[in-house]
């Protein structure tokens, strides 16, 4: 196991390295198309080139290493993760994957083996979609499923996608040339931390995920009248604010209360020209609806359509709920899975099938390829914060496995397209 060891403290340097690459400090931020952002993809670059991949960043700015394969008419493995990150992140949501498929392939190079299919690893540059509250850009380009209209998309100061897209040197004209073609694909086989207690509480260091929740992201309105703080009377007041306070709880009450497991948050809520001693006139907040089941995620969302509704009649707003981005439960490939579960079961492990309530890249990828994901357990299942830690001997589990997957891929997909 010590050989492990090695390559388990390598990874760990390289994540305290990018994790030193941040718009804020203290504090990890990589959002899209920020300086951070390509400092990190430049540093994940020149690792990949190191490890004698054939490296390239395509238009919408994913880091991309190809290990070829010398069988002709090889199919490709990709092994992804991301490098962008939620605002104040931790430092192994995304980087792990990345960092970890480079580990799997140097250890390949190393020893001289030649795999019979293409590997390619990516760093995908968008998966949080902080900056524009969209998600898998990277990935989506990588699919070829890219949706042309997210290019107008605008950040807070007003920036769109497209104009940030030009200024780190890409041309949306060339998304789609960046995809991998649908009949190339052979899988795909992301690491990634649970980002849950599940592994924490059962004491295993890794797991395959089964399913990956499906989510709908919108955006609420609330418009009211502003006013005067000190003049208008308290029954005369169309208070935006105090409807969406009364949303927010009224939204955590639906979710509490539903079965299927279902996960509802507004994590950002804007007031529209804040000022202490102004009625608000106008709310704008972000909700996050997630489910495993399809059928309970889009009644949740029909639940929450109808509590804005209720709410703005009643308190005289006017409301408006857009949806941003939807993305329906994903089941992980089968066979991938089972693969994956022999390895950890040969590592010595019980092992337990998870359910993601996360969403990862894979999700987009679904639709061209097989997935398999392997989640990592990290501490108390902590994540989206600077206590986010994985530690060193479930590294070292998850290296064991990974290689033993790759080299049971390389026996099964032996033979060309
Ligand atoms: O929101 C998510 O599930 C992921 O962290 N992007
Ligand atoms: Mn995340
Ligand atoms: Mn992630």
Known sequence: MNVYLQRAENI?????ELAAVSETSPGITRRYGTAAALEA???????????GLQTRVDAIGNIRGLLS???????TL????????????????????VLMGLDLLENVVCSGRKLPFHVELIAFCDEEGVRFHTTYLGSKVVAGSFEKEVLDRKDEEGVSLGEAMHKIGGDPADLERDAIPPDQWLGYFEIHIEQGPVLYESKIPVGPVKAIA?????????????GHAGTVPMDMRNDALCGAAEFVLALEGLARASEGGLVATVGKLQITNAASNVIPGEVVCSVDIRSADEEVLSRGLTRCRGLVAEIGARRGLTVLLNVVQTSPPVICDARMNELLGRAIGAAGYEVLELVSGAGHDAVPISAVAPVCMMFVRCHKGISHHPLEHVEMEDLRAAIAVADDL????????????
């Open 41 to 51: 993809g430049s540093k994940v670059m020149g690792w990949m080139r190191a490890a």
């Open 406 to 417: 790759l080299h049971q891929l390389s026996e099964i997909w032996k033979y060309p397209l």
């Open 69 to 75: 394969s010398p069988v002709a008419g090889a199919g």
């Open 214 to 226: 499906g989510q709908v992201r919108a955006e609420v309105i609330f418009k009211g009248m502003a």
């Open 12 to 16: 760990v340097s390289r994540i305290h």
């Open 78 to 97: 990709v092994i992804a993760s991301h490098i962008d990150t939620v605002v104040n992140a931790g430092r192994w949501d995304g980087p792990l994957g």
